[in-house]
């Protein structure tokens, strides 16, 4: 990380999770100068698990990350699909070795701190990337030389950057999209999750290799090891009204087992194991809005925020930092225009995918004949055709190269 102080014009990219970081070795490495900014004081990841799908390894294969992230996750070989009404495994989905040879890159699911602390160290070790932590952005305005004067708060102090560009990278409730004109805002979906973790030893061993989906009437339950495969992610999904004043909040258990009341034994023992839970509201962006505006470009969940249905949240934000850069080389005059063809050559994509969680939550919440009919069609599909399905999410790879 340079030392040197504030570049004379670098690109400010705002929000340092897991897009917000990729986004500054993309652009490092297109030979640009990055200002990394967080408000907060010290980076840690919330949450728990996420999935890290091919189409996202081909990105961070290109940092020669994938090794360390193997070790720190799982490779689950199949995605097993159980009725949450019956118990019964209704079909299973190749992933592993199956989604490695079609499209060249690992199924990875990992803890998301360890995903970030991943990427944080790359960061750290890689000149040209000033890191900002306990910074908050609070506007933009261009100057009188056409320059774009980006105005943060560190603690007491104000103070102001000269910046070619500012890239909004803070997440769903994001401070730069409101810089946008006609800037679509986050909603509320009618969705909730409830997430823990498990030690692995405290599972069933059915359960400690593969990922598991468990679908019933206006829910669903997703769990996959991590950490080296010594933990297990849970990630208990409903339809429910949201009644905290924060977007998330600690959960109780008999709350969460109310919910899950009419669930098999099995289930609720697991739901049962963790002394903690925290519940999120699922929001989301419609990614049919402006993005860019000016030397202004949103990227991951502040242009686009996805229910996680498909597990794509991670990977579309770290496909946008690669995209990104790809249309934004260092000799780039025209920013705006730049940021313009990024905006066009990711948001059909963003969208395709966005709509892609919508209909899995309406498909994995069914219920009666609908839910019947759905079972029958995935018990009888092969587990690789199941998995092919999505071979136009897991086989994006950048347009250009990113040398390494």
Not at 18 to 38: C, K, N, P
Not at 39 to 55: D, F, R, W
Not at 209 to 234: A, C, M, T
Request: charged share 20%; hydrophobic share 40%.
């Amino acid at each position: 990380m340079s030392e040197t102080g504030t570049p004379p014009s670098p690109i400010v990219i705002a929000g340092a999770g897991i897009g917000g970081l990729t986004a500054a070795l993309t652009l490092r490495r297109a030979g640009h100068e990055i200002v990394l900014i967080d408000k907060a004081k010290a980076l840690s990841e919330v949450g728990a698990g996420l999935q890290l799908s091919p189409n996202a390894c081909s990105v961070l294969d290109g940092f020669g990350l994938l090794q360390d992230l193997k070790a720190l996750g799982h490779q689950p070989d199949n995605l097993r699909v159980w009725s949450g009404k019956t118990g019964d495994q209704i079909s299973k989905v190749r992933l592993g070795s199956y989604l490695l040879e079609r499209h060249g890159q690992p199924f990875i699911v990992i803890h998301r701190a360890d995903l970030q602390g991943t990427l944080l160290k790359k960061v750290e070790a890689t000149d040209g990337i000033k890191l900002m932590l306990g910074t908050a952005l609070t506007d933009a305005k261009t100057g009188d030389a056409g320059n774009l004067v980006c105005t943060y708060q560190a603690g007491e102090t104000t103070g102001t950057l000269n910046c070619k560009a500012l890239i909004g990278a803070d997440g769903v409730w994001s401070t730069v999209r409101r810089l946008i004109p006609n800037h679509k805002n986050a909603r509320f979906s009618g969705q909730v999750a409830y997430r823990s973790t498990l030690p692995i030893d405290k599972i069933p061993a059915k359960w400690r290799k593969d990922s598991g989906l468990w679908l019933h009437r206006d829910s669903h339950l997703v769990h996959y090891p991590i950490r080296s495969g010594e933990q297990l992610n849970i990630v208990a999904l409903a339809t429910e009204d949201w009644q905290d004043e924060t977007w998330s909040a600690p959960a109780g258990k008999d709350e969460l087992l109310h919910r899950f009341k009419d669930w098999p034994t099995d289930i609720r023992n697991l739901l049962n194991g963790p002394e903690r839970w925290l519940k999120w509201a699922l929001c989301t962006v419609d990614a049919n809005g402006p993005w860019t505006h000016g030397q202004i470009a949103l990227l991951g969940d502040a242009a686009h925020a996805m229910l996680p249905y498909m597990a794509q949240g991670a990977a579309m934000a770290i496909e946008d930092a690669a995209e990104l850069a790809n249309h934004f080389p260092v000799e780039t005059e025209n920013t705006a225009a730049a940021l313009r063809a990024y905006e066009r050559t990711r948001k059909p994509r963003a969208e395709r995918i966005q709509e892609t969680g919508f209909k899995n939550a309406k498909t994995f919440h069914m219920s009666g004949l609908p839910a019947t009919a759905r079972d029958m069609v995935m018990k009888f599909s092969k587990p690789e055709s199941l998995a092919a399905r999505f071979d136009y999410v897991y086989g994006w790879k950048p347009n250009q190269a990113l040398p390494s």
